[in-house]
């Protein structure tokens, strides 16, 4: 089967009540935390019935100067499922996702899509920009009170979104 054939199959939805514990098992994996995200704010991708990935994202305020934003919380699939193209399709969905609530939105958010990752290269390949200079104690309140942030091994990656200008 070829990846095309596979991308057929794949359906990338909002996730559903019976997902939660495939979310866990995925998550789990690669020991990742939900953070009190519910599990019917994650989308995921599934295959033939099987869910093989999922993905979420958050809005939140900057410390700083409060100004909203969007930030790729989570974004994962079985190991079994990787490099055929499903975490580039929970990507792109909450991108859409995130350029629909955007756009629907009365309040001013941020024109950029942050993302603080060990995997810094899924995200380049997806147009995502390392973010030079960011102080991450002023945008994230975890990184007021973590104890590893000066042996912090996350990344943090930005896209930029195309309209309703507004910086952090």
């Known amino acids: 089967?070829?990846?095309?054939?596979?991308?057929?199959?794949v359906i990338i939805r909002r996730a559903e009540n019976e997902d939660e514990m495939a979310i866990e098992i995925i998550l789990s994996t690669y020991f990742l935390d939900r953070d009190d995200i519910p599990h019917n704010d994650f989308y995921v991708a599934?295959?033939?019935?099987?869910?093989?990935?999922?993905?979420?994202?958050?809005?939140?305020?900057?410390l700083k100067t409060g100004v909203s934003f969007y930030e790729i919380h989570t974004i994962a699939v079985m190991p079994s499922y990787k490099g055929k193209g499903y975490g580039k399709l929970l990507l792109n969905r909450l991108t859409e996702e995130i350029e629909k609530d955007?756009?629907?939105?009365?309040?001013?958010?941020?024109?950029?899509?942050?993302?603080?990752?060990?995997?810094?290269?899924?995200?380049?390949?997806?147009?995502?920009?390392?973010?030079?200079?960011?102080?991450?104690?002023?945008?994230?309140?975890?990184?007021?009170?973590?104890?590893?942030?000066?042996?912090?091994?996350?990344?943090?990656?930005?896209?930029?979104?195309?309209?309703?200008?507004?910086?952090?």
């Open 1 to 9: 089967m070829t990846e095309t054939e596979n991308k057929k199959e």
């Open 46 to 62: 599934e295959v033939n019935g099987k869910v093989v990935g999922c993905a979420a994202f958050v809005k939140l305020k900057t």
């Open 102 to 168: 955007r756009a629907a939105s009365l309040e001013t958010i941020s024109d950029t899509i942050y993302t603080r990752t060990t995997a810094p290269y899924f995200f380049e390949h997806m147009e995502f920009t390392r973010a030079e200079g960011i102080d991450k104690k002023e945008i994230w309140e975890e990184c007021v009170v973590c104890n590893e942030i000066n042996r912090c091994n996350q990344t943090v990656l930005i896209k930029r979104l195309a309209e309703k200008q507004t910086q952090i």
